[in-house]
């Protein structure tokens, strides 16, 4: 397959907001696609070379890129250098630079030649990416040349999320919807859609039945719902087992013999942010192979005391690691085990997989790696109990997860339930919105030239980011100017495709980043569209500012338009007034 035909199904995506549409557009390109390249196209549409959890980093700056522009194109390099200032942007200066037909540049070539500019360690590396990427550009014709370089910058922004790759992988497969739940639920056990539809696509459609968990390929997280009370939650759940809610780092913990690894919720490999943990899995974990799912938190030595998400998450910072341990001693968590040496444990009910984690664990109190406290009931007392208990301690709440519920990853659902701290009185509970844009803001703040963000949540059925608020408060000076930093990196020149919005902000930026939001409540509003169905108001959040900023949430992690809509009919009921709704989300037109 030319890659011409590659960078022009790319425009089309570009130009195309709904999802229909989208995967539409994908779907035709899927079928003409060689079945051997689908796994690589599909990295591509996320512009990786590979899953999120193995994908190496392409390792080129603009200052390599300007110089293979100059390479390839002939012109001097100041011309290059001032042609890029006017457009703002490489791809489009290496669109309006490239002569090549693109004629014989072949998809596979240039997945294999960035391949090539990745994998260019050591001495002599930023000599052979420029020869590289010289090559590439004077092939190219412009439209190629300007996503070649999107793709190398990590600005490709085609707004496709994997729900609308699983929708085109199936009707490429079926003609349909047919297979997609399946498909989807391969996916959240491998985390890799590049082999999903290699599998699907070159084999036969039970050929995704051969996909298992593997250490070392991190499974999507379950995720929670809410319920406003313990009685609702006994209603709902019948008998569960309680445990703290800890505010941390959800972290999957692989061990394959002496190979441990840890990765986020958005399969980010993080192993290098924790030594500790990684020896500790050593001594305490006793099976050769094992799949963890737990929560790190950082405390005070001194006191005991843990500490909130935002210190946990300065390991982050790539230096300095040694010295955070022994400032800020990190406890793990183990709530779950999904696979231990050959069996896979997911379709397992809870009860069984705990008793095999207490089996395989060995910890004492001082130990950073513990198995969370557990209170198995079904009296609402005793919840209500363990509740009070666990906020008096200082935690976020608890976590209730139905005693004989399977580990559904990449789910959010009644198996488990979160029940924080807030529910009962005004809205302490806390969101993650995602960033779609920002005011340059008046007074004081003008002259950082942002003064708020615009937040969305997400509606995963249509795969939508609606705005649900403006924040301007929570930030300091400095991450004010930071967050700027981030977000002209991102900027979008219109509205990002997959965003619905009647608030027009200065600057429109994609979907990406993600902040934890605390407001005091929810109110009903014609400025926002979360939840604005026809002539009704849509969902607010009134008086909204940052609390941190959750680089380990992707957007898809945001809250959802559905549980901001349950937590203002919580909040409704507590106020003594019952919801105006029937029960379910907003009806749409998919
Ligand atoms: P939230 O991020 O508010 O949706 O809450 C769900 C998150 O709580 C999970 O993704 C975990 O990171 C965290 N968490 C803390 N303690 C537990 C626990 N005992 N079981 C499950 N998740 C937990």
Same mark, same amino acid.
């Given at each position: ?9 790319? +425009? ?10 989208? $995967? !539409? ?11 051997? +390249? ?56 290496? /669109? ?11 998809? &596979? ?31 190219? $014709? !412009? ?14 922004? *085609? ?9 085109? *992988? ?149 230096? !300095? ?7 800020? @001693? ?18 397992? @009910?809870?009860?069984? =997989?705990? #008793? =095999? ?5 060995? %910890? ?46 990449? #789910? ?8 924080? =701290? ?14 779609? &844009? ?38 300091? /000076? ?15 020149? !219109? ?6 919005? $009647?608030?027009?902000?200065?600057? %429109? ?82």
């Amino acid at each position: 397959m030319k890659m011409k035909r590659v960078a022009e199904a790319f +425009q089309a995506l570009e130009a195309t907001s709904r999802r229909h549409g989208m $995967s !539409g557009i994908l779907g035709k390109l899927f079928r003409e696609t060689p079945k051997e +390249q689908i796994d690589k196209l599909i990295y591509l549409l996320h512009g990786r070379l590979g899953p999120p959890y193995a994908a190496p980093d392409f390792g080129v700056d603009e200052r390599l890129i300007l110089l293979a522009l100059t390479n390839a194109s002939g012109v001097p390099h100041d011309r290059v250098e001032r042609l890029y200032k006017e457009k703002g942007d490489l791809g489009l200066t290496a /669109e309006e630079l490239a002569h090549g037909s693109g004629e014989r540049l072949d998809f &596979g070539a240039v997945f294999d030649a960035l391949n090539r500019i990745a994998n260019a360690t050591g001495a002599g590396a930023h000599e052979r990416k420029v020869a590289v990427l010289t090559d590439l550009i004077k092939r190219a $014709s !412009g439209i190629e040349a300007r996503y070649i370089l999107r793709i190398l910058q990590g600005k490709l922004r *085609l707004g496709v999320g994997d729900a609308t790759i699983m929708d085109a *992988l199936s009707e490429a497969a079926v003609g349909g919807r047919g297979i997609r739940e399946r498909i989807e639920r391969v996916y959240s056990i491998c985390s890799d859609l590049g082999l999903v539809g290699r599998l699907l696509l070159t084999q036969e459609e039970k050929a995704l039945d051969t996909i298992r968990p593997q250490v070392g390929k991190p499974i999507l997280a379950a995720l929670a719902e809410r319920l406003p009370s313990p009685d609702a939650i006994v209603r709902k759940m019948g008998m569960v087992a309680a445990e703290p809610k800890y505010d941390g780092l959800r972290l999957q913990l692989h061990k394959d013999d002496a190979q441990i690894r840890f990765f986020t919720r958005r399969l980010e490999d993080v192993t290098g942010m924790f030594p500790e943990l990684a020896k500790a899995t050593e001594h305490q974990i006793t099976t050769e192979r094992a799949i963890i799912d737990g929560e790190a938190v950082v405390y005070n030595p001194e006191t005991g005391e843990f500490l909130p998400f935002q210190v946990t998450v300065r390991r982050k910072r790539k230096y !300095g690691i040694e010295v955070m341990g022994a400032r800020y @001693p990190l406890r793990y968590f183990a709530f779950d085990l999904l696979y231990f040496d050959d069996e896979d444990l997911t379709q397992k @009910p809870l009860s069984l =997989r705990r #008793q =095999r984690l207490e089996e395989i664990l060995r %910890w004492t109190a001082g130990d950073p790696i513990q198995i969370t406290e557990q209170v198995v009931t079904d009296k609402t007392e005793e919840l209500e109990r363990f509740f009070e208990e666990n906020v008096t301690r200082g935690l976020e709440g608890i976590v209730v997860k139905r005693l004989g519920g399977v580990y559904q990853a990449g #789910q959010r659902n009644f198996n488990w339930v979160k029940l924080k =701290r807030g529910y009962h009185a005004e809205l302490r509970d806390t969101v993650d919105v995602v960033i779609v &844009g920002y005011l340059t803001g008046k007074g004081k703040r003008a002259r950082f030239g942002i003064g708020s963000l615009v937040g969305a949540i997400y509606d995963p059925e249509h795969d939508r980011f609606r705005t649900v608020t403006k924040i301007g408060s929570g930030l300091t /000076e400095v991450e004010w100017a930071e967050m700027r930093r981030l977000l002209d990196e991102n900027r979008s020149s !219109g509205v990002p495709g997959r965003v619905d919005s $009647s608030i027009v902000p200065d600057v %429109w930026t994609e979907p990406r980043y993600v902040v934890e939001v605390r407001a005091d409540e929810i109110t009903r509003s014609p400025r926002h569209t979360c939840g604005k169905v026809g002539k009704e108001p849509g969902y607010a959040l009134r008086f909204p500012r940052v609390i941190s900023f959750r680089w380990d949430k992707g957007p898809e992690d945001a809250t959802t338009e559905q549980e901001i809509i349950e937590m203002y009919e919580a909040q409704q009921l507590v106020a003594g007034e019952a919801p105006q709704r029937k029960p379910g989300g907003p009806k749409r037109a998919a």
